[in-house]
């Protein structure tokens, strides 16, 4: 499985991005995408994940902020960013877990900044 992330940049705080993501290499509707983010020196965190079927965990620090959602024919996830604060800024992986096996993408740079 090979993931391709897109969307990332610099945005003013407050303001918003939107995160894609899309997996090839399988035919196969994957178990499980999201985000994970990462700034240097940090372990990578948790942003959000959701199921093929409909379930989301997001992470503590962008509950009410952060709206994941996936289309499942296609294998594709996005991520919109609401509100968006300076500690958001971070490397952006993309996600995900197909019968137990973990793949990840390349990162996308987002950084928050006036």
């Known amino acids: 499985v090979q993931l391709v992330e897109s969307g990332g940049g610099l945005v003013q705080p407050g303001g918003s991005l939107r995160l894609s993501c899309a997996a090839s290499g399988t035919k196969f509707s994957i178990n499980v995408m999201g985000w994970y983010r990462q700034v240097p020196g940090k372990q990578r965190e948790l942003v959000a994940t959701?199921?093929?079927?409909?379930?989301?965990n997001n992470g503590d620090s962008v509950k009410g902020r952060f709206t994941i959602s996936r289309d499942n024919a296609k294998n594709m996830v996005d991520l919109q960013m609401n509100s968006l604060k300076p500690e958001d800024t971070a490397v952006y992986y993309c996600y995900a877990n197909l019968w137990g096996v973990n793949y990840w993408g390349q990162g996308t740079q987002v950084t928050v900044s006036s």
């Open positions: 959701i199921t093929n079927g409909g379930s989301r």
